[in-house]
């Protein structure tokens, strides 16, 4: 199953189109972002970067997660308003 975390990870890469810059914009060791990208890649079994030395460019299934990931993670901001106040589905 893909994470929550491993999609915001994967955004950060994929605007900085750079492991280590993008590792340094969400505080996580470079070894972590890398291995988060290498486990969401597994998962979803095949590349989403072009590779070129240490520079990371999108194919055309890590534009796509892109689109998807950005939804998913906006619809999750638009829950979390509910979740912190607490509501049941009941309303009590």
């Given amino acids: 199953?893909?994470?929550?975390?491993?999609?915001?990870?994967?955004?950060?890469?994929?605007?900085?189109?750079?492991?280590?810059?993008a590792s340094e914009d969400i505080n996580l060791?470079?070894?972590?972002?890398?291995?988060?990208i290498s486990e969401l890649e597994q998962k979803l079994d095949g590349p989403l970067f072009e590779r070129s030395?240490?520079?990371?460019?999108?194919?055309?299934?890590?534009?796509?997660?892109?689109t998807e990931a950005s939804k998913i993670l906006h619809a999750m901001t638009l829950c979390l308003p509910l979740q912190k106040r607490k509501v049941s589905y009941w309303g009590i």
Avoid: P, W
């Avoid at 060791?29 to 988060?36: F, H, L, T, Y």
């Avoid at 030395?53 to 892109?66: A, E, F, H, I, Y």
């Fill in 53 to 66: 030395g240490r520079n990371l460019k999108l194919n055309d299934r890590g534009r796509l997660l892109r």
């Fill in 29 to 36: 060791s470079q070894a972590a972002v890398s291995m988060a």
């Fill in 1 to 21: 199953m893909v994470t929550l975390n491993q999609l915001r990870i994967f955004l950060a890469v994929a605007r900085r189109e750079h492991m280590t810059r």
